[in-house]
């Protein structure tokens, strides 16, 4: 598991443990994972991780021998009923812009998230030190590939004009945020400047704008770290559809 997915997981355990007090694993039953999942009922997606992680964590007691029946075993979670994050338009990108001087680490958050694809953790911890030769080379948190992005001019012309301290070239007295921190950081900044988008939907942005400027699937691959052409192929195609609907 990634880094970020096991911090995850030891803060459900940890919680777990606080919560289910002293009673023993082995006296753990589908029941009690049942009212874990429902008492998380506000919030899907976390009684959706509270149930993968319980799952990994039982299956690993059956395979080991500590106990012979996994409690998860029948439990189901919520349905991802959502159409994922908002995908920046041009015009909030450009309202962001109006509100974030050059200069302002927001800006260069922006600037980072929209011009290189990366994910705020990795946007958090991007510095000086990932750049050369006119090209950004880092391995990514959440799956591990190293991508390897170019380094485009207004984004180079962005960090040149901002002042930074420490590696990080968004940083925090010097030091690079945790992806959590830095996407409320974000989110307050765009709440301020009155859009609605955040992070991870500047993401979906740089890929949609690399696309419609015709990069291939594997260019795209190579950039944002996918291992196959799957999450590639819908950029290119929608792009493809975009091109043949205005000529």
Not at 26 to 37: L, M, N, R
Not at 59 to 70: H, L, M, P, Q
Not at 123 to 152: E, N, S, Y
Request: charged share 25%.
């Amino acid at each position: 598991l990634s880094e970020a997915t096991q911090s995850q997981r030891a803060n459900i355990y940890k919680r777990v443990c606080k919560t289910a007090e002293e009673i023993p694993y082995a006296a753990v039953t589908q029941k009690h994972i049942k009212e874990g999942v429902s008492d998380r009922a506000k919030t899907p997606f976390a009684a959706n991780d509270f149930l993968k992680a319980m799952r990994a964590l039982f299956g690993w007691a059956v395979k080991s021998d500590f106990i012979t029946e996994d409690p998860t075993t029948g439990v189901a979670g919520f349905p991802h009923k959502t159409e994922g994050f908002h995908v920046w338009t041009e015009e909030e990108i450009a309202r962001f812009e109006d509100y974030w001087s050059v200069g302002t680490r927001e800006r260069l958050a922006l600037a980072i998230l929209l011009y290189t694809g990366l994910r705020r953790g990795d946007a958090a911890m991007l510095g000086r030190q990932h750049i050369k030769g006119g090209v950004i080379t880092l391995r990514t948190g959440k799956t591990g590939q190293q991508v390897m992005i170019p380094l485009l001019p207004e984004l180079a012309r962005i960090i040149d004009s901002t002042p930074t301290s420490g590696l990080a070239l968004v940083a925090t007295h010097g030091r690079p945020m945790t992806k959590e921190s830095f996407g409320d950081w974000f989110r307050e900044a765009c709440k301020a400047a009155g859009v609605p988008g955040r992070a991870h939907g500047l993401r979906k942005a740089c890929a949609t704008r690399f696309a419609e400027h015709g990069a291939t699937e594997e260019e795209l691959k190579s950039w944002f770290g996918w291992s196959d052409g799957r999450m590639a192929s819908i950029y290119t195609r929608s792009a493809n559809r975009a091109k043949l609907s205005t000529e």
